[in-house]
């Protein structure tokens, strides 16, 4: 390959290289959540990754992600947060949350995120913001949210 050649390849790769770069290290813990609004909570059999086993989930969603399940656009800034617990039985009749394993986290930023749907991906093992775990650009995260496609990449729906 000729200098000019290769030159003009590292232009032309430089803004690829530069998305599948991108560090999500920098989606920061989602402070305050449990005060956003709770959308939802599931009982969820196969597990939420990176935990594998029944857990409970409540999904809570900050207020620009509220305004874009009315309006079905969502706004970079807009957050959801999936609070993931095992639980434990209290007594004969109930099991309660107990443990917090996750605290996985999905971000908007259309063009920043262009690469996983416009969301940024981050979970925080066991809820502690010094634990982030996706390393990968949130690749791995995306797969299971990619037939969502029609639904902005969330399996959350309605207000
Ligand atoms: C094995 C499939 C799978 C993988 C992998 C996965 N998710 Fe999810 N995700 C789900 C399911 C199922 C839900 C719905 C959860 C609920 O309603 O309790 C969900 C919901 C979410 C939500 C709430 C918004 C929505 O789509 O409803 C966030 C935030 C989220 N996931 C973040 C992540 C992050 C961060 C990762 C990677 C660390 C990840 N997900 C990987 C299956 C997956």
């Not at 560090?23 to 709770?38: H, K, L, N």
């Not at 599931?42 to 874009?68: C, D, F, K, S, W």
Request: aromatic share 10%; net charge neutral.
């Amino acid at each position: 390959m000729t200098t000019k050649r290769a030159a003009v390849a590292a232009l032309l790769l430089a803004p690829a290289v530069a998305l599948f770069a991108q560090d999500q290290a920098d989606i920061a813990f989602p402070e305050g959540y449990r005060d956003w609004y709770q959308h939802h909570t599931t009982v969820n059999l196969q597990g939420h990754t990176p935990e594998g086993e029944v857990g409970i989930q409540n999904v809570y969603v900050n207020p620009a992600a509220r305004a874009g399940l009315r309006s079905g656009k969502f706004e970079d800034g807009a957050m959801f947060v999936v609070d993931r617990f095992s639980y434990r039985n209290e007594d004969a009749d109930t099991l309660k949350q107990d443990t917090r394993k996750v605290v996985a986290v999905m971000v908007r930023n259309a063009e920043r995120y262009k690469a996983t749907g416009g969301w940024g991906f981050q979970a925080f093992k066991g809820g502690n913001p010094d634990q982030p775990v996706v390393k990968d650009q949130g690749a791995a995260c995306f797969t299971c949210h990619i037939p969502h496609a029609a639904n902005n990449y969330l399996f959350t729906r309605g207000e």
